[in-house]
């Protein structure tokens, strides 16, 4: 077909082009919503250690900065592994989690079997920092003294390594925030 073909055909039917590009883009993002929904409701909760923070730079605007023991971990790891290899920007690593569900670096994941008492976590590496997950937990106008004695970060973590951030908890994993107004948030 020529070009002034493929024109001609594109501007006959380009209504229903672009409406097919956009019942695309709505179910993907639909997909995309029920597979975070489906990691909250059926996601292991585990719990990681944030690094130490200086207070005064703690919050910012309605957010707190999250740093993470884990990550500073593992980029000792990497660091000392890579020995003059290209840095990884990806990968998974191995998590031990104890009886409390706090997770603790075990190792680079090679693929093989996990211990009972570990799991993926997904990791990536962009501009020489590891990331892990959210790297900021948002809260209510006014609600930030709620937050200063935060101490770890309960996750939801699927099979596959994705962790999405559910809390802030204090060093006993007592549930840092204002009082839940409903059953629902209260989990």
Do not use: C
């Not at 993926?120 to 948002?138: D, E, I, M, P, Q």
Request: no cysteine.
């Amino acid at each position: 077909m020529s070009k002034t073909g493929i024109g001609r055909l594109f501007r006959k039917h380009r209504h229903w082009l672009i409406l097919a590009g956009l019942v695309l883009a709505l179910v993907l993002v639909n997909v995309s919503i029920w597979q975070k929904e489906s990691l909250l409701r059926d996601g292991e909760i585990i719990y990681l250690d944030l690094a130490p923070v200086d207070p005064r730079s703690l919050m910012q605007g309605d957010y707190m900065t999250l740093s993470y023991q884990l990550a500073r971990s593992l980029r000792q790891r990497l660091a000392t592994d890579a020995s003059g290899r290209t840095e990884p920007t990806d990968g998974r690593i191995r998590v031990t989690v104890d009886e409390r569900g706090v997770a603790t670096l075990a190792g680079l994941y090679d693929g093989g079997e996990l211990a009972a008492n570990e799991r993926l976590v997904a990791y990536r590496v962009r501009n020489n920092r590891v990331k892990l997950a959210s790297n900021a937990f948002f809260f209510q106008e006014g609600h930030g003294d709620f937050y200063e004695g935060a101490r770890y970060g309960q996750f939801r973590v699927a099979a596959d390594g994705e962790l999405l951030l559910t809390g802030l908890y204090d060093a006993q994993l007592q549930r840092l925030g204002p009082e839940p107004r409903n059953q629902s948030e209260a989990r």
